[in-house]
């Protein structure tokens, strides 16, 4: 059975901080999602990996197939980056869904 | 305009009452899902449809069941609710072939 497990599952920084939220999942997969929850409730895909590494503005998503994890990380971060992110774990036309980190930024 | 979307956005409705959620999308896409997101966990597949004739059911279908209208409209319904259905609910879609989903706004349903 895969699992996807997050860490941390909260995460308080001050405005400029870079931020790292950690994924691990426990079998082969073809792809690696990161969703933004927004305090709304709202959910938008911000990255679909299946190797190395993509970069979207101050978003930067990292994958390593053979450690199984991923790692989601945020420059110069600001208060309007507060939300969940969510990992999650494809392969076949299974999805599986971590709990999502909640991120606090203050200003 | 959105292109999935949810209805209706909030619902409290009583034990025992048959209640529907309804989700349209104008992306063509040919698979759409129905997701549960509960406080501190994870979100979880409710049903999943590849197209119009092919409805499966995902890892907590009990209590829920689906229709598949056409290839833009996915609806779920809770034919007898019950409290522990409480939740927000969320649509989403994907084109066969690709990876990313899109999801719906979500519905927020209370079952008192």
Redesign the interface.
């Known amino acids: 059975k895969n699992e996807?497990e997050q860490s941390p599952q909260n995460l308080t920084a001050q405005e400029g901080e870079f931020i790292t939220i950690n994924c691990s999942y426990s079998v082969g997969i073809?792809?690696l999602?990161w969703?933004q929850q927004h305090p709304g409730?709202?959910?938008?895909?911000l990255f679909?990996l299946?190797s190395g590494k993509k970069k979207h503005g101050r978003l930067i998503a990292t994958i390593n197939i053979q450690e199984k994890h991923s790692s989601l990380h945020i420059t110069a971060s600001h208060p309007r980056d507060s939300a969940v992110y969510?990992c999650?774990a494809?392969w076949d036309?299974k999805?599986?869904?971590?709990?999502?980190t909640r991120l606090h930024i203050l200003p | 305009d959105a292109d999935v979307t949810q209805t209706p956005r909030n619902r409290i409705t009583k034990t025992g009452k048959r209640i529907m959620l309804e989700c349209s999308q104008t992306k063509g896409h040919d698979r759409m899902y129905w997701y549960r997101q509960d406080p501190?966990?994870?979100?979880?597949?409710i049903y999943?449809s590849?197209d119009v004739k092919d409805i499966n059911k995902g890892e907590i279908s009990d209590g829920y069941s689906v229709s598949r209208q056409a290839q833009a409209k996915f609806s779920l319904s809770l034919e007898s609710a019950i409290p522990n259905q409480t939740a927000?609910y969320?649509c989403a879609t994907r084109q066969g072939g690709t990876?990313?989903?899109?999801?719906g706004?979500?519905t927020?349903l209370t079952v008192l």
Do not use: E, N, W
């Not at chain 1, 409730?41 to 895909?45: A, K, L, P, R, T």
């Not at chain 2, 990876?99 to 999801?103: A, K, M, N, S, V």
């Open positions: 996807v073809s792809a999602h969703l409730g709202g959910i938008v895909s679909m299946s969510i999650a494809g036309d999805i599986i869904f971590g709990k999502g | 501190g966990l994870g979100l979880r597949l999943y590849f927000l969320f990876d990313t989903q899109y999801f706004p979500g927020r």
